[in-house]
Antibody, heavy 120, light 108 residues
């Protein structure tokens, strides 16, 4: 059974940093593109970042470029999102998501999400 | 950036009725159009990928159609568990990967 478990969310002040982690299981992690998607309270889904299987390609939504870094450790089967210079508008539930083996593959599994609240 | 516009924003129907949800793209997304269902407090769930392919375990009452810029998710006969928010997503020309704003399907 495919499972994705996020951790690392919490309350942080504006300008602060957080590192989200995702622990996948039930599939060969190194074979899949992986993404982070967020959802602000009461709002829709917003794609944040995606990373290729070997980490050689990474893509970001414009609003987080230069502030967020997606990374992965295939040896540890872990996905990360380092978030710096956090803003109030980054407040959201952050989902770890499994994409497919191709760049156009859909996201087929999602974690339950971890809440990040940016507030003073 | 490809913008996806979903309509209607809210759809009020009764169980047993047919639901038709629309997703229009600002430019062609080829076949890379996906539909997700999200219930309150839950993560999204993949329903349809590549316009018309049902994901594993998705009932046959869910179907997707369309091409180019206009796409439709149809639920042939609504069950009580189908009332949720539905999002379309494109992964044709990215980054960015974009979502529609969602259609809320509510019980009439």
């Amino acid at each position: 059974e495919v499972q994705l478990v996020e951790s690392g969310g919490g309350l942080v002040q504006p300008g602060g940093s957080l590192r989200l982690s995702c622990a996948p299981s039930g599939f060969t992690f190194s074979s899949y593109w992986m993404s982070w998607v967020r959802q602000a309270p009461g709002k829709g889904l917003e794609w944040v970042a995606t990373i290729k299987q070997d980490g050689s390609e990474r893509f970001y939504v414009d609003s987080v470029k230069g502030r967020f870094t997606i990374s992965r450790d295939n040896a540890k089967s872990s996905l990360y999102l380092q978030m710096n210079s956090l803003r109030a508008e980054d407040t959201a539930v952050y989902y770890c998501a499994r994409d497919g083996s191709r760049s156009n593959s859909p996201t087929d599994y999602w974690g339950q999400g971890t809440l990040v609240t940016v507030s003073s | 950036e490809i913008v996806l516009t979903q309509s209607p924003a809210t759809l009020s129907l009764s169980p047993g009725e047919r639901a038709t949800l629309s997703c229009r793209a600002s430019q062609s997304v080829s076949r890379y159009l996906v539909w997700y269902q999200q219930k309150p407090g839950q993560a999204p769930r993949l329903l349809i990928y590549d316009v018309s392919n049902r994901a594993t375990g998705i009932p046959a009452r869910f179907s997707g159609s369309g091409s180019g810029t206009d796409f439709t998710l149809t639920i042939s006969s609504l069950e009580p568990e189908d009332f949720a928010v539905y999002y379309c997503q494109q992964r044709s020309n990215w980054p960015p990967i974009t979502f529609g704003q969602g259609t809320r399907l509510e019980i009439k």
